[in-house]
């Protein structure tokens, strides 16, 4: 049996991204590991939500735990950077934000790790970072030189096909739905660039439980929740990667296999 270790920035990401392939690798019998950059203290969060005196990033990291479980991790670790914000605001400069830290430190906490748990997988994001957040755009850059440190022989780059999004964008148009007209061209890769594409429509239940872990953030009016089981099939019953070193193309369907 394989390791696979699963980076992100904020608590929330692991689950929308990585879910189905990780709970499948842990029921197929290998370790999981979360590793989470920050502890999500920027994230908003509705007026009366928190409890009076409650820090947002202690309630994050509680619903991190019960995310992980739900997915099947065996291990949990924050690297203990700060949350950054979207691209451009001023808490993108604030003290230890992870978009500020050093490539060369942050991968090296996180080497220590992959060396640790003698990972044969890691799950890192595009170099966009899906969407350009400045946290998700570090995750890549210091998940990558980790895996250089650490020696770890398979890394692949959570995305989303952009390619799927705009298709979905036209049916939705064609069966006469008022769709926002939103520029895709930052969101996810081409088609053409991704290797890997796993379906995990058997685990929807388990990515949604762990959506609903995420109340602070994903509530059940959101974009995640709200729609109906067959839309969310469609957008979330495939997970996209970019295995490093592999030829673009489609051809994968598991990041464990062979192992």
Same mark, same amino acid.
């Given at each position: 049996?394989?390791?696979?270790?699963?980076?992100?920035a &904020?608590? =929330?990401?692991?689950?929308i991204?990585?879910?189905g392939?990780?709970?499948?690798?842990?029921d197929?019998g290998?370790?999981?590991v979360v590793?989470?950059a920050?502890? %999500?203290?920027?994230?908003?969060?509705?007026?009366g939500?928190?409890?009076?005196?409650?820090?947002l990033?202690d309630?994050?990291?509680r619903?991190? @735990?019960a /995310?992980?479980?739900i997915v099947?991790?065996q291990?949990?670790?924050?690297? %203990?950077y700060?949350?950054? %914000?979207?691209? %451009?605001?001023p808490?993108n400069?604030?003290?230890n934000?992870?978009w500020?830290a050093?490539v060369?430190?942050?991968?090296a906490r996180l #080497? #220590?790790i992959l060396?640790e748990? /003698?990972?044969?997988?890691?799950t890192?994001y =595009?170099?966009?970072?899906?969407?350009g957040?400045p946290? &998700?755009i570090?995750?890549?850059r210091v998940?990558?030189r980790?895996a250089e440190?650490?020696g770890?022989? @398979?890394?692949y780059?959570?995305?989303m096909?952009?390619?799927?999004?705009n298709?979905r @964008?036209e049916?939705?148009?064609e069966a006469g739905?008022q769709v926002?007209?939103?520029?895709?061209s930052?969101f996810?890769?081409?088609e053409?660039? !991704?290797?890997?594409?796993v379906?995990?429509t058997a685990?929807?239940?388990?990515?949604?439980a762990a959506m @609903?872990?995420?109340a /602070?953030?994903i509530?059940?009016?959101?974009?995640?929740?709200g729609?109906?089981d067959?839309?969310?099939a469609? /957008?979330f019953?495939?997970?996209?990667?970019i295995r490093?070193g #592999?030829?673009?193309?489609?051809?994968?369907?598991d990041?464990l296999t062979g !192992?």
């Amino acid at each position: 049996m394989a390791t696979l270790v699963s980076f992100h920035a &904020h608590p =929330d990401d692991e689950c929308i991204l990585c879910g189905g392939v990780m709970r499948k690798a842990a029921d197929e019998g290998h370790r999981v590991v979360v590793v989470v950059a920050t502890r %999500g203290e920027v994230g908003e969060v509705p007026d009366g939500f928190l409890d009076v005196g409650e820090l947002l990033s202690d309630r994050r990291v509680r619903e991190m @735990r019960a /995310s992980a479980e739900i997915v099947g991790a065996q291990r949990l670790e924050f690297l %203990g950077y700060v949350d950054s %914000g979207m691209m %451009g605001e001023p808490t993108n400069d604030a003290p230890n934000t992870f978009w500020t830290a050093s490539v060369e430190e942050a991968a090296a906490r996180l #080497a #220590a790790i992959l060396v640790e748990e /003698s990972a044969d997988v890691l799950t890192v994001y =595009d170099d966009n970072g899906g969407y350009g957040h400045p946290d &998700h755009i570090q995750v890549h850059r210091v998940g990558m030189r980790a895996a250089e440190l650490a020696g770890t022989p @398979r890394v692949y780059q959570a995305t989303m096909n952009r390619d799927l999004m705009n298709r979905r @964008r036209e049916m939705a148009v064609e069966a006469g739905f008022q769709v926002p007209d939103v520029d895709t061209s930052g969101f996810g890769k081409p088609e053409a660039e !991704l290797t890997t594409a796993v379906d995990v429509t058997a685990y929807l239940d388990v990515k949604k439980a762990a959506m @609903r872990a995420h109340a /602070s953030q994903i509530s059940e009016q959101s974009f995640f929740l709200g729609q109906s089981d067959e839309a969310f099939a469609y /957008s979330f019953g495939t997970e996209w990667f970019i295995r490093v070193g #592999a030829e673009p193309g489609v051809a994968e369907k598991d990041l464990l296999t062979g !192992l």
